[in-house]
């Protein structure tokens, strides 16, 4: 079994930041999506990696009662093959719009679009799956953010939300929404050497009502946080707040802050639709670019 993958010895999900390669983007072509199809160019063109770019479709049903069923093949291979002219035009187009060219592939496929997105995510070939959202104001919103957040409960690779307003900028200062509690800082050198591809500043924030008495407890987990704070690329800061989404977002409001990372934590033996409320909200309101790691224990 490869390194992509298999699970560490202690059954922890290792999300390879520092080596994004390969880059999944599905599309049902509008301008949300549109719009993360371009971020993933620009995001590809940064990292030298590769963009797949997937369209899941379902056909409609025909009673094959009353149909020969020759004409139901030739019927759904006419569909195909337009729909397949369609999405390389539209690849070529976004790719001339894009102005540099980028290692892209792009495929066509049947069935239902969250299946295909984790059958593909899962298969180790993919290192982040990015995809776009409108937020939950509007009631497209609400659908396809419905399937982004059933893409961010399930999958088994990073996942890249991108807000329909973002454009991309080489990352500056990125936000690590934590929790000590959870072990968060496992993740750190990760998220440290991600960082480095882009010369960035990671700012390492856990938010409680009790924020400061808990880093004291646990002080033995933020050893190497204290480590890395060293180099002036990292810092590490406690804030109190009883609401931690509020603080998120204040903290947010007065930094630039151009992407901001979460770590979801999935239980073994929970519910796999299980996922931490406060991920769910920020993928639903954030206006900023949203990397969501995770993490099995």
């Not at 290692?103 to 180790?124: M, P, T, W």
């Not at 856990?206 to 002036?232: C, F, V, Y």
Request: aromatic share 8%; with cysteine.
């Amino acid at each position: 079994m490869s390194s992509r993958t298999s699970a560490s010895s202690n059954s922890r999900t290792r999300n390879h930041l520092d080596n994004i390669k390969t880059i999944l983007v599905p599309t049902d072509f509008s301008e949300a999506a549109h719009n993360a199809f371009l971020y993933a160019l620009s995001l590809a063109d940064t990292l030298q990696a590769e963009v797949h770019l997937l369209h899941v479709y379902s056909m409609g049903h025909i009673p094959v009662k009353w149909v020969p069923e020759e004409f139901v093949d030739s019927l759904e291979q006419e569909k195909i093959d337009k729909a397949m002219t369609y999405v390389h035009a539209y690849a070529a187009e976004a790719q001339a719009e894009f102005g540099t060219d980028v290692n892209l592939s792009y495929e066509l496929a049947q069935g239902q679009a969250k299946e295909k997105i984790l059958e593909l995510g899962g298969s180790g070939k993919y290192d982040v799956i990015l995809m776009g959202t409108q937020g939950a104001a509007s009631e497209y919103g609400k659908i396809f953010g419905s399937l982004t957040l059933q893409i961010l409960q399930q999958a088994n690779c990073p996942v890249w939300v991108i807000p329909e307003e973002a454009k991309f900028t080489s990352p500056e200062r990125l936000m690590f929404a934590m929790n000590i509690e959870e072990g968060d800082t496992r993740v750190i050198d990760e998220l440290f050497s991600f960082c480095c591809r882009f010369d960035a500043h990671l700012s390492c924030c856990h938010i409680s009502s009790n924020a400061h008495q808990l880093a004291e407890n646990k002080h033995d987990r933020l050893a190497r946080l204290r480590e890395l704070e060293k180099t002036e690329l990292v810092d590490f800061i406690l804030l109190e707040n009883e609401d931690i989404l509020q603080g998120i977002q204040e903290y947010l409001a007065n930094r630039k802050i151009d992407l901001l990372v979460m770590l979801t934590h999935k239980r073994l033996f929970a519910n796999p639709r299980f996922m931490d409320s406060l991920t769910q909200e920020m993928a639903l309101r954030t206006e900023l670019p949203l990397l969501v790691l995770h993490e099995t224990v």
